[in-house]
């Protein structure tokens, strides 16, 4: 049971745990289907047509964000419209907006300089990065399961990697490796930001907003980009249908990626999220073993049940979020005077679930100014 408003939970299972479980992990693996299919447009487009246009495709993807939800912002009334929002929050929406253009330019820049099992590595960076920003910030509070469950998927992403070097897979180039692995961890930090950005929004605002203030200061932002650093690319690209239908096969999994992960981040939380983004890597192995020759090792289908079995721990236990009410008052702007928290005893924690359990009643809504 739980109980009233600083409640824990107390013994006994969670009910219907199994049919959470599953369902949370099928989300999660969504997302990495989607990553897999971003994946391999991305192949397709550099090694057969020479495409190299990372900024563009992103400006694809924010001007579809822009179309749906951008004008959804513009038609609503009150205080959820775009204009009502800008004005409240129009900076930080921007800063939001480039972190999120920058963290997908540079991982994708550092492919150049650094090789593939560096930028596999150092990508899990983003792991730790979200867990701590969301312990100081967002208040979460984990138990020793999360973090087996965390060391157990990242041996999991090890055993792949180790897999990639015993079979001699496409490792690139590695010239200026300080540089690129320096660039996918600056990437990461900005992943990091950015989801945990997303979380509070799309738990406290809404998914319409974070989406609609990305598709307008993202699509800004990255025409910008795009008029500076690709046009010349951009010319060279030898357009044909199969290009064309490339292109939209990546806007495509990207605008799937942007419009589906704030709803996983709304029932999980921005570090189970990643966690489960993990097996990506895997399903575009897969694939490439039928499209591009990859060879096979078994220690790949290991890695895989391995990550599983750290996302299964993870899931398995909740996590809570200590509501401090200095904390809380510091947050919580309704725009009139806000009233004095009544005096405590030692703070209780509230118990948020991220994945399994039901919800007795939600938290209130935290309005940002």
């Given amino acids: 049971a739980v109980g009233g408003g600083g409640g824990a939970y107390v013994g006994g299972r969670l009910p219907r745990m199994r049919p959470e479980l599953l369902l949370t992990l ?45 004008t959804t912002l513009a038609v609503r009334q009150g205080e959820e419209n775009l204009l009502a929002i800008l004005k409240r929050r129009w900076w930080k929406y921007m800063i939001l907006g480039l972190i999120d253009i ?41 138990k020793v399961v999360h973090f087996v469950g965390v060391g157990v998927c990242l041996l999991g992403m090890g055993c792949m990697v180790g897999a990639d070097v015993l079979v001699g897979r496409q490792q690139g180039l590695g010239d200026h490796k300080l540089l690129g692995d320096l660039l996918v961890l600056a990437g990461a930090t900005l992943y990091g930001i950015s989801n945990v950005c997303e979380e509070f929004i799309v738990k406290n605002l809404s998914r319409v907003e974070f989406l609609g203030m990305m598709g307008l200061f993202g699509s800004f932002f990255s025409g910008i980009q795009l008029a500076i650093m690709e046009h010349k690319e951009l010319l060279k690209v030898p357009w044909d249908w199969q290009i064309g239908l490339l292109y939209i096969g990546f806007s495509a999994c990207m605008f799937g990626l942007y419009s589906f992960m704030p709803v996983v981040i709304r029932r999980t939380s921005a570090a189970a ?23 096979f090792s078994g220690l790949y289908l290991l890695s895989f049940f391995i990550i599983v079995l750290g996302l299964i721990l993870y899931y398995s236990s909740s996590t809570y979020v200590a509501q401090d009410p200095r904390v809380y008052k510091q947050f919580r702007n309704t725009g009139g005077p806000v009233a004095e928290a009544p005096p405590l005893g030692p703070v209780e924690p509230s118990v948020t679930y991220t994945s399994l359990g039901q919800e007795v009643e939600e938290e209130p809504r935290i309005r940002v100014a």
């Fill in 273 to 295: 999220v990643n966690l489960s983004l993990l097996t990506a890597d895997l399903y575009g192995l897969f694939c490439g073993l039928f499209l591009f020759q990859y060879k």
């Fill in 26 to 70: 099928a989300l999660g693996q969504v997302l990495s289907l989607l990553i897999c299919g971003i994946g391999l447009t991305s192949k397709y487009l550099a090694d057969d047509f020479h495409a190299n246009t990372p900024v563009f495709q992103s400006f694809l993807n924010y001007i579809l964000l822009f179309l749906v939800y951008t």
């Fill in 102 to 142: 920058e963290a997908n330019y540079l991982v994708i820049k550092a492919y150049q300089y650094t090789t593939l099992t560096s930028v596999q590595l150092l990508d899990c960076f983003v792991i730790p990065v979200v867990l701590l920003l969301s312990w100081f910030f967002l208040l979460v509070r984990y």
